[in-house]
């Protein structure tokens, strides 16, 4: 297949992007190098007559027009976003503008490549999105979320994707373009930017910096190894019914306290301090306003209508995770001087 993949140079967008050109697919990587962004990410395959690299933002519809004519792909795997809650809690603007406009022109353009090209059933759009449109849980882990739970969203990113599924779902029903959507929990792992909780406890840890935990760390969140949401992302827009939304989560429930914890513990054991513990180095700070209690992921039914489950539990994601940054200073190094980098962000509120 071919697919235009939004957001490529991000994180998740990156790890699709390695997974299908390894798999076989044809890539077009759509990006407008953001802060968040990295080509780096997306060396391994930079070479592969398989990939072609766009720059272009998602709000600029003559450059979208000219993309989709110019490659004529056969799927569009929409990524590309604003995905930091911090930074929408100091600056939702950037959020409205490529999350929810952003959203719109790719689905016009879009809409209008498909509609030209005789609205081919094959075709397909599909909306990564996340687990936090639906709220805030209670601590009963019998309660979770599933594809059904109403929206709920009580950030101003969270709000700004749930407008961006409820745009998507209109054009699927409304002009008939074939849609498919995905809600996944908290990712983790290799090419993560430095401004999110695992990289900055493994970064602050080796810095010998503060370790900083929101609130008392009682948060809970689902952890998705990036790889694993890879492949769950591919296999979804080859075999996902259409116009249907899957959750897709990790199925490793751990309170934020916890999840430090167990990266301290993997890090005495590969690059031991001289004295004591990571752990040593956890510090409480002001909790982020208005921080979701709990997240968690009803799996049941991308296990039942399509078999698939992750690969990892957190333990051995988290492990391969810091073993690739141990190994990666050079990938992560620069990253550090990028803006807000290293900054408590998200308390202005
Ligand atoms: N990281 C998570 O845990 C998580 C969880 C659930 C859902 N998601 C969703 O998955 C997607 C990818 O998340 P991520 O963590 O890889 O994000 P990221 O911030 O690492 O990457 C986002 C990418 O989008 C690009 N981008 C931003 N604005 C753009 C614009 N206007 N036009 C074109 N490109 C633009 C950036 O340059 C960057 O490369 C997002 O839609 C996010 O909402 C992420």
Redesign the pocket.
């Known amino acids: 297949m071919k697919l235009l993949v ?9 790890a699709v992007v390695r997974l299908a050109v390894a798999r076989g697919h044809q890539v077009v990587n ?9 080509l780096a990410n997306v060396a391994s395959v930079a070479g592969s007559p398989a990939y072609a690299f766009e720059h ?4 600029d519809r003559a450059a979208l027009e000219r993309i989709f004519a110019a490659h004529e792909p056969d799927a569009v795997m ?7 809650v911090d930074r929408s809690i100091d600056g939702p603007g950037d959020f409205i ?3 929810v406009t ?1 959203t719109f022109q790719l689905l016009e353009a879009a809409r209008k490549y498909w509609a030209g090209r005789g609205k081919p059933a094959e075709f397909r759009f599909h909306h ?5 449109v639906f709220g805030s849980l209670p601590p009963d882990p019998a309660v979770r979320f599933t594809e059904d739970t109403p929206y709920d969203p009580r950030s101003p ?1 969270s709000a700004s ?1 749930a407008a961006s599924d409820h745009l998507v779902r209109a054009w699927g029903e409304t002009y008939g373009l074939p849609v498919v959507l995905t ?6 792992g290799p090419y ?2 430095p401004e ?1 909780l695992v990289p900055v406890v493994i970064l602050n840890a080796l810095a010998g910096k503060p370790l900083p935990i929101y609130g008392q760390g009682a948060n809970i969140r689902d952890w ?1 190894y ?1 790889e694993d949401h890879a492949d769950a992302l591919l296999l979804v827009l080859e075999k996902g019914a259409l116009g249907r939304s899957y959750n897709i989560g990790g199925e490793n429930e751990r309170t934020n306290l916890d999840l430090v914890r167990t990266l301290c513990a993997i890090l005495d054991r590969l690059r031991p301090k001289a004295a004591g513990s990571y752990a040593d180095q956890i510090a409480f700070v002001a909790d982020r306003p208005g921080h979701d209690a709990r997240y968690a992921i009803d799996p049941s039914r991308i296990r039942r209508e399509l078999g698939w489950r992750p690969s990892v539990t957190v333990e051995e994601g988290l492990e391969r995770t810091v073993r690739w940054y141990l190994d990666n200073e050079a990938w992560w190094r620069p990253l550090l001087d990028r803006q807000g980098v290293g900054q408590r962000l998200g308390t202005k509120a």
């Open positions: 939004t957001g490529g140079a991000g994180f998740i967008g990156s759509l990006d407008a190098l953001t802060y968040a962004a990295n272009a933002d998602i709000r929409h990524l590309a976003a604003e995905s930091h503008e490529t999350n952003g990564i999105s996340t687990d936090e990113y994707k809600n996944c929990s908290n990712n983790y993560h930017f999110k998705l990036v």
